[in-house]
């Protein structure tokens, strides 16, 4: 079955650390995967996504994700970490279905010391 | 450009009350998605709408839940009865369109509390 994995529950990192969250996929066909970002009381935002080709995208507020096939991971990461990122990130994959359904892992709390 | 709204915020009601929730998604998006967010959880989808159909509703329980989305436009979904366990936050989101290459911008939420 197709699924989803973020092994980290709660991550702190100083601000103006480096930070790098990690997602697992399990998938049959090519996954098409996201990062999501979602702060207290807010909706979701798309932070990036992988279809194909380049395997290291780019996308909002500083934030990059590697799609590494060998290891079934798709990790995101960011230089240098600001308060305001203090968020729940989930990190999400759709299968081969064309459908737009997203299969989320279960997120990772990231709490910015001062 | 007017984000998906969704109301009430949120909601109390006691076990084996109903509840529903409305959704109104990004104007022209033909895609329409409830999914069910628990706890310490990712979100988990519920029903999935192309226009007024359903695409997938495999994981909605549908002995108690319902949803509609008669126009193909705004969409609600109702508990009836809830259970403890429907305490959740749900989500509404929509797209242009199905296909995987179709961003799915989210609503706020609805916070759910049974007791």
């Known amino acids: 079955a197709q699924s989803v994995t973020q092994p980290d529950i709660h991550i702190t990192v100083s601000e103006g650390a480096s930070l790098e969250l990690r997602c697992n996929y399990s998938?049959?066909?090519?996954?098409?995967l996201f990062w999501y970002v979602q702060s207290p009381g807010q909706g979701l935002q798309l932070l990036l996504k992988?279809?194909?080709?380049?395997?290291l995208v780019q996308g909002i507020k500083g934030f990059e994700a590697e799609f590494k096939r060998s290891q079934s991971s798709f990790n995101l990461r960011k230089p240098s970490v600001h308060w305001s990122d203090a968020a729940e990130y989930f990190c999400?994959?759709?299968?081969?279905?064309?459908?737009?359904?997203?299969?989320f892992g279960q997120g990772t709390t990231l709490q910015v010391k001062p | 450009e007017a984000g998906v709204a969704q109301s009430p915020r949120y909601k109390i009601i006691e076990k084996r009350q109903s509840v529903a929730f409305w959704c109104n998604p990004i104007?022209?998006?033909?895609?329409l998605y409830w999914y069910q967010q628990i706890l310490g959880q990712g979100p988990k989808l519920l029903i999935q709408?192309?226009?007024?159909?359903?695409?997938?509703d495999s994981q909605l329980p549908k002995d108690r839940f319902s949803a509609e989305r008669l126009k193909g436009v705004d969409s609600t979904l109702k508990i009836q009865p809830a259970k403890l366990e429907d305490s959740a936050v749900y989500l509404c989101?929509?797209?242009?369109?199905?296909?995987?290459?179709?961003?799915?911008?989210f609503g706020p939420g609805t916070r759910l509390t049974v007791l």
């Open positions: 989101a929509s797209s242009l369109g199905p296909g995987r290459g179709n961003e799915q911008f």
């Open positions: 998938y049959g066909a090519t996954p098409y």
């Open positions: 992988y279809f194909s080709g380049d395997t």
């Open positions: 999400a994959g759709g299968g081969s279905s064309n459908t737009g359904k997203l299969i």
């Open positions: 104007s022209g998006h033909a895609t």
């Open positions: 709408f192309q226009n007024n159909g359903v695409v997938d």
